[in-house]
């Protein structure tokens, strides 16, 4: 190929649809024009990718950036800058701001300040309510929105439908796949007095497996009943998977980073209200289920990393009165990259779970895959550097991880969102120039 490109990726192992091998990779005006051998081609910038692994850019289908309201926590410049360090090319930011992401005005100012100050691309929730549900078919279809989220479970903000009418009628209204906090609020609140005051190894019997379990029955009956597509996030118990796996005609399923790697109660005596999350850190038989039919039979659809961060003043308080949610934005790959070393997980499944999920899950167009006439979203890796994760690192404003001092195989060497390089060697370069991300159903 003698043509000249706007940037080559040259000599690293390309792992993608085709296999593993080396291959160059070579980029016109945003856009993937050439996989293989381009040697002898010129480009206005050339990356050397030797001794590295080129995967298709990493897709982080839930984050909570903050942004407007709660920005002594996290803002969209910070929230990105910390995604793009972890090697993630784009994020889908969640609703439950102040306020709330719910109608055309919200969803455009989350755009306007995303402009020029996210270095990922980005597209935004809406958030389902009782008093919107009925517009959700014209919301769901706004410039840069990923989809309707529904909180069926009180979390962090104030978003709820706790009632099978309500979410009926969300699932009437919606087109495109409607993403649900699946736990119950009815069985929460009857179980509140369980919570020890100063004990979060009470957390996960609050919110228990029951709660979960009892809240997808009831989503996967209605989605069935109303003819509707959802997605359930951050599935955490063995009742679930065993449900849920033979309901894929209707509901998708995530699992997050951290539901993989810690368990009760160690997590919880360990690190406290750094491991309280919504739904719980479970203990590890729950984990052993995710690994069998999440991971390694396929059930899960995607990763996300529920990334959620508050202060460590905030977390610093007696449970229950601490916030639940932890920040993973910039954890994510070396986390799944230190099991993929492991031998848990194959580095073609970790893929699957990060770039082309989100583009089956949520119809990303032109994202979630190494190929031509795709945007040149790279994710570039040392598999074999081996890191500690410390708090010191973290670019989340919150400044902490629950993942200090873990020992990682695997680590993200550069960032590469539509042929611009945003990150290399664990530094940002240029400006922040994230562009929203779009979606089939919406063109």
């Known amino acids: 190929m003698t043509q000249t490109y706007d940037l080559i990726v040259r000599g690293g192992e390309v792992a993608n649809h085709a296999g593993r091998g080396l291959a160059d990779v070579g980029v016109i005006d ?61 994020v889908f930011e969640m609703p439950n701001t102040n306020p709330n992401t719910t109608d055309p005005d919200t969803m455009a100012d989350k755009l306007v300040r995303a402009n020029n100050r996210m270095w990922t691309d980005h597209a935004f929730y809406i958030g389902g309510t009782h008093e919107n549900a009925d517009y959700l078919g014209e919301l769901e279809r706004l410039p840069g929105c990923c989809g309707v989220k529904v909180f069926m479970g009180a979390s962090t903000g104030d978003l709820l439908i706790a009632d099978d009418e309500g979410v009926r009628k969300v699932l009437s209204n919606v087109r495109r796949r409607a993403t649900f906090h699946s736990e119950d609020e009815y069985r929460l609140v009857e179980r509140r007095g369980l919570a020890r005051t100063g004990d979060w190894t009470s957390h996960p019997e609050v919110r228990d497996a029951e709660s979960a379990i009892r809240s997808t029955r009831r989503l996967v009956g209605l989605a069935k009943e109303r003819g509707a597509r959802i997605h359930v996030l951050h599935v955490t118990t063995k009742d679930e998977m065993d449900f849920l796996r ?15 790697t810690l368990a009760a109660p160690e997590a919880y005596e360990r690190l406290g209200a750094y491991a309280q999350m919504n739904p719980p850190i479970r203990s590890q038989d729950h984990v052993d289920a995710l690994w069998l039919w999440g ?63 989100a583009q089956r899950v949520f119809g990303t167009a032109n994202k979630g895959r190494m190929a031509v006439s795709y945007d040149a979203d790279l994710t570039i890796v040392d598999l074999k550097a081996k890191k500690t994760i410390t708090h010191d690192q973290q670019a989340s404003r919150c400044g902490w991880t629950p993942f200090d001092g873990f020992e990682a195989t695997g680590w993200p060497m550069a960032t590469i969102v539509r042929g611009r390089v945003v990150m290399q060697d664990g530094e940002l370069i240029g400006k922040a120039h994230g562009q929203p991300v779009r979606f089939q159903e919406t063109l």
């Open 246 to 260: 033979f309901h894929k005609d209707v509901a998708t399923v995530e699992i997050t980073p951290q539901h993989l």
């Open 295 to 357: 991971m390694q039979q396929g059930v899960a659809d995607v990763l996300g990393s529920d990334h959620a961060p508050h202060t460590r003043e905030e977390k610093s308080k007696p449970y229950p009165a601490s916030p639940s949610g932890m920040p993973g934005v910039q954890t994510l790959v070396p986390l799944m990259l230190t099991h993929v070393a492991n031998g848990r997980l194959s580095l073609e499944r970790f893929i699957d779970l990060t770039s082309a999920g």
């Open 30 to 90: 945003g856009k993937i024009a050439f996989i293989g051998d381009l040697s002898q081609a010129s480009a206005g910038e050339v990356f050397d990718a030797a001794g590295l692994t080129v995967l298709p850019g990493v897709i982080d289908t839930q984050v909570h950036f903050r942004e407007p309201g709660l920005e002594w926590k996290e803002d969209l410049e910070t929230g990105s800058r910390a995604a793009a360090l972890g090697g993630v090319v784009a």
